[in-house]
């Protein structure tokens, strides 16, 4: 199957060409024809399955006929990062068409984008916070509002946006079109999928499970050690593209720097970063200015970067649907990828969950030549064996 078979205009498919997509993803193929016919969709599918363009291209082709300069299809989105890609893909498919879209999110001056909203546009990809400040001070008109995706919705409740999304919902048409993705349906998914979606037609992506182009694997160790692990696993580490996540901003900050200070190419991504620094980061990680981005989970969502060749979880994460997003930013777009995952004692609880939830083996790794006894001489022998016993599983300790 082709692009072509959508029948998108030429202006549309000639971006498609540009972007050297070939074949429609899983998602994109049965997504396409079902939005253009104007229906309500429920997507269950996480980044990195082509979700962007499975909605940004038959948005484009509706919103060809009609009114121009008024706001016609609303995206909404958890992060900023987030935001700006999705635009940064509206912006390139829809370079012919025409159409004009604008991002819309905190942490910066509105002033650029009043201005923007008064020339006219027919998108808007926002945030909700900003959002609604713009709608409140009657800066932005959604009455004619056709088309309303709610991007990473499952991730949107997490961070408390549930409130935002419905005092938005009071300043669009009842009469819409309305497609709703997520990476995973909790029951507050479901519930908010129920009250926004009309006779919705439910696409489903492997949505539980990580991608299957990723190898996964943990490596015990004590907490006062993952930073000289980290080293000795990077000094062995082919030198593509390297995703590191920590529990906090304060830990991405000092884990970067502490890179630096041993040679790498390391930059830190984290909230307390103003907009711009954050920008230049993700930036300087996407055109390989810097080969380890530092990040903590917020970053997971926004990284569009496709050959990113190591994630490496420097503290675990807390849920298997965070695990599945992190890990997510590699073994895309047709790479393999690899996935570590430092674990300490404490973190056993959450991996025998992980193991349950994201349905693959994490196997075990050692590396070679490296003091697990060091400081504070941890018996690593006495680790391993308490981990294999009270794991259900029986791991393989594989030395790397
Ligand atoms: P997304 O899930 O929308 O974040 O997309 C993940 C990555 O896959 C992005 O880098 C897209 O540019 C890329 N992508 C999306 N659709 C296709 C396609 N049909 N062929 C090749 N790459 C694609």
Do not use: W
Not at 210 to 239: C, D, G, M, R, Y
Not at 332 to 345: H, L, S, Y
């Amino acid at each position: 199957m082709s692009f072509t078979s959508f029948h998108l205009a030429k202006s549309i498919l000639s971006q498609v060409e540009v972007l050297k997509y070939t074949h429609p993803t899983p998602i994109q193929r049965r997504a396409i024809p079902i939005v253009l016919q104007g229906k309500d969709v429920m997507g269950l599918a996480q980044t990195g399955t082509g979700k962007t363009a499975a909605f940004v291209l038959p948005i484009l082709q509706q919103l060809l006929q009609g009114p121009r300069n008024t706001i016609r299809a609303l995206i909404i989105a958890p992060t900023r990062e987030l935001v700006e890609q999705t635009n940064a893909f509206i912006t390139i498919f829809g370079k012919q068409t025409g159409l004009r879209s604008l991002a819309v999110y905190g942490g910066i001056n509105s002033y650029n984008q009043i201005k923007t909203l008064r020339k006219g546009v027919e998108i808007v990809v926002a945030c909700p916070g900003r959002m609604i400040d713009h709608l409140q001070h009657h800066v932005i008109d959604l009455k004619h509002l056709e088309i309303l995706v709610l991007d990473e919705a499952d991730r949107m409740f997490d961070m408390g946006f549930l409130p935002d999304i419905k005092k938005i919902l009071h300043f669009i048409p009842a009469k819409r079109q309305t497609l709703l993705f997520s990476a995973t349906m909790p029951e507050s998914i479901q519930k908010l999928a129920y009250s926004v979606l009309r006779d919705p037609c439910l696409i489903e992506i492997e949505y539980t499970t990580p991608l299957k182009s990723i190898t996964h694997f943990l490596f015990p160790v004590e907490q006062h050690l993952k930073t000289s692990l980290l080293l000795k696993i990077l000094e062995n580490t082919a030198s593509g593209p390297i995703l590191i996540f920590t529990r906090t901003k304060h830990r991405a900050k000092n884990l970067g720097e502490n890179l630096k200070r041993n040679g790498f190419s390391a930059i830190a991504l984290q909230g307390n970063l103003s907009q711009n620094k954050r920008k230049a980061a993700l930036n300087g990680f996407r055109d390989g200015s810097f080969q380890i981005l530092v990040a903590t989970d917020i970053a997971a969502r926004g990284i569009d970067v496709s050959n990113i060749t190591h994630v490496i979880n420097y503290d675990i994460p807390d849920t298997p649907d965070a695990y599945t997003h992190r890990t997510g930013r590699t073994g895309r777009a047709g790479n393999k990828g690899e996935a570590f995952t430092f674990v300490t004692q404490d973190d056993l609880k959450i991996v025998h969950t992980l193991e349950r939830h994201v349905g693959v083996e994490l196997k075990c790794r050692t590396v070679n030549n490296f003091n697990y006894n060091a400081e504070r001489k941890p018996d690593t022998n006495r680790y391993s064996r308490g981990y294999q016993t009270q794991s259900r599983r029986k791991k393989r300790v594989k030395a790397s």
